[in-house]
């Protein structure tokens, strides 16, 4: 569907580079978040209102937004590790969203950034 990220709304082809060579696998999001997210509910083509939608997500007060970035950073946890299986993964980062541990790390990085 031309998106940067792993789709929330249609199967995402990845190939993960491990040790014993490369592991090929579909994301389908229905099967990780349980359903599909138009596009709509996670973009924006106005800057301010793309913006918003991932504070909000990043807060989880927006729940497509944060299942959107939910499952693209349980992809970066399984990607590096973290995790073995990306159910998981999604499951965990969801959570992190979910109980404002996200929202309290991002009000730290903007009050270091400002005062750098």
């Known amino acids: 569907d031309g ?3 792993a789709s929330p ?3 995402t082809k990845i ?3 491990e040790q014993g060579g490369l592991v090929e696998m579909t994301i389908r999001p229905e099967e990780i978040i349980g359903e599909k997210i138009g596009i709509e509910h996670i973009s924006s083509v106005e800057p301010e209102k793309s913006f918003e939608l991932t504070r909000r997500g990043l807060s ?3 729940r ?3 299942r959107f970035i939910a499952l693209n950073a349980g992809l970066s946890l399984l990607i590096n ?3 073995h299986d990306l159910y998981d993964a999604y499951r965990n980062a969801l959570e992190s ?3 404002g541990m996200v929202q309290e790390h991002l009000l730290k990085v ?3 950034a400002s005062l750098a």
Do not use: H
């Open 3 to 5: 998106m940067d990220e």
């Open 9 to 11: 709304y249609s199967p």
């Open 15 to 17: 190939a993960i580079v």
């Open 60 to 62: 989880g007060s927006d």
């Open 64 to 66: 497509n937004a944060a």
């Open 81 to 83: 590790g973290k995790y």
């Open 97 to 99: 969203i979910n109980s």
């Open 110 to 112: 903007i009050e270091v």
